[in-house]
């Protein structure tokens, strides 16, 4: 039986630095709760970390995992019915921050 390339939907995907022989590597992991344990599986290694940074992608890493981040967000709350609440709210910091460099005030 063969590995799923699907997030399963209980999950959580993050970067992730690991040591070894002496480097550090960026790696994207998946982590599941399967009963009362945690499962890990590395999804990715992207590389050195020094050489990352060297070269500016780790930066161009980071913005896109949080891009991504942001759209899962999203994705999980319109399958909690809190769709449009969250997808206005996000569409709004991603304005406002694009256009006059401010996020909006929080209303509660």
Known sequence: ??????????????????????RIYLQIVESQRIGDQVRQRVIATLGRLDE?????????????GA????????????????????AVRALARRCCSTVCGQRPVART
Not at 1 to 22: C, E, I, L, W
């Open 1 to 22: 039986m063969g590995t799923s390339n699907r997030v399963a939907p209980d999950s959580h995907m993050y970067f992730r630095r690991k040591q070894s022989q002496g």
């Open 52 to 64: 990352l940074e060297a070269s500016g992608q780790l930066d161009r890493l980071l913005r896109s």
């Open 67 to 86: 891009r991504l981040a942001q759209q899962a967000m999203v994705l999980q709350a319109a399958r909690q019915d809190e769709g449009l609440t969250v």
